[in-house]
C-alpha cells in the first residue's frame, strides 16, 4: 500500500512571516555591526590626541583615516607631548589588528612610550623600555612605531624605529630623501630588544614626515613606490603649512587601493 504525502503550498501570509523573520535577523546583524564600529570608533577619538605641541620654529600636524572597507577601526595612531625637560616627543604607528582589542592595545602603547619618554630621553631606550613592558602583556599583538625627540635647544631631532616604515625629509634649500635608519623589530615581541638611534640637527628650513604603511601600499603599491610618492609630494609642499601637507600626504592612500587605516604626521620646522 503506498503513502502519498500532502505538501500544502506556501500561503501569502506564510512567505511574509518567513521574509519578516529574515529581515529582523538581517536588522539585528546591521545593528551589532553598527555598535561595534562605533565602539571602534569611540576608543579611536578618544586615543588620539587632540592637538599636537608646538615650539617657535617648529609646527606640527596630523591626519587618520578610517579603514576603507567600513568594518573595523583602531589600528593606527600618531601622538605629540611635551617633555619635563622643555623637549619634544612625537610617535606615529601601526597596530597588528583592527578591532577593538588593537585599539585598546594601542591605547597601551601611546601611554606606555610617553610614561616612559619622561624619564628618559634617548629615543632607542624609549622603545627599549616600552617594548619590555608590552612583552609583558598577556597579548598576541604587536606594534610597528617610530618615536622622535625634539630639543629647542640644540635643534636636534633624534629618532629610532620599531618595524616601522622610513621617515621621509625634505628641506627648503632642494634636498630631500628616506631616512636610511636601520630600525629594530615591532614592539612587544621579544623582551631585551635594542633600537638605533639616529639624530639630525635642523638647520635649514623643512620638513620630515611619517607615515603608517595605510598611506602607501596596496595589491599593486608596493611601500617603496608609496614612498617615493609621499617624498614627491613633500618635495613639492615643503614650504607648505602642516595641516596642509599632512592633507595631501593622506591622499597617496586612495591611489594604492589599500583598505586598511591610514595617519600622517608632519614636522615643520624654520630652522
Known amino acids: 500500500m503506498s503513502r502519498h504525502r500532502s505538501h500544502r503550498p506556501a500561503s501569502a501570509d506564510d512567505l511574509l512571516a518567513e521574509l519578516g523573520r529574515l529581515t529582523t ?13 562605533e565602539l571602534a570608533e569611540a576608543l579611536q577619538r578618544e586615543m588620539l590626541p587632540d592637538s599636537l605641541p608646538e615650539l617657535p620654529g617648529l609646527r ?18 600618531y601622538d605629540g607631548f611635551r617633555l619635563p625637560d622643555g623637549s619634544l616627543g612625537f610617535s606615529i604607528g601601526d597596530v597588528q589588528g583592527h578591532d577593538v582589542e588593537a585599539a585598546a592595545f594601542m591605547g597601551q602603547v601611546r601611554i ?28 598576541s599583538l604587536f606594534a610597528t612605531c617610530t618615536f622622535l625627540r625634539f630639543d629647542p635647544a640644540t635643534l636636534e631631532l633624534s629618532g629610532a624605529r620599531a ?4 621617515t621621509v625629509w625634505a628641506t627648503a634649500d632642494g634636498q630631500g630623501g628616506i631616512t636610511p635608519d636601520e630600525g629594530g ?13 639616529t639624530r639630525h640637527r635642523l638647520s635649514a628650513p623643512g620638513a620630515c614626515v611619517l607615515v603608517t604603511d595605510g598611506v602607501l601600499e596596496g595589491p599593486a603599491f608596493p611601500i617603496e613606490a608609496g614612498l617615493e610618492h609621499v617624498l614627491r609630494i613633500v618635495r613639492v609642499g615643503v614650504g607648505s603649512p602642516p595641516d596642509e601637507l599632512a592633507a595631501e600626504v593622506i591622499t597617496v592612500a586612495d591611489l594604492t587601493g ?8 608632519v614636522l615643520r620646522h624654520d630652522g
Open 258 to 265: 589599500h583598505t586598511d587605516d591610514a595617519a600622517v604626521l
Open 185 to 197: 623589530i615591532p614592539l612587544g615581541i621579544t623582551p631585551g630588544e635594542s633600537f638605533p638611534v
Open 60 to 77: 606640527a600636524a596630523a591626519r587618520y583615516a578610517p579603514a576603507r572597507d567600513g568594518l573595523d577601526i583602531g589600528g593606527d595612531w
Open 163 to 166: 618595524g616601522h616604515v622610513p
Open 25 to 37: 535577523q538581517a536588522l539585528e546583524r546591521a545593528e551589532l555591526q553598527r555598535a561595534r564600529i
Open 112 to 139: 606606555g612610550l610617553r610614561a616612559v619618554a619622561a624619564f628618559t630621553p634617548d629615543p632607542g631606550e624609549v622603545l627599549s623600555r616600552t617594548n619590555d613592558l608590552l612583552a609583558t602583556l598577556d597579548s
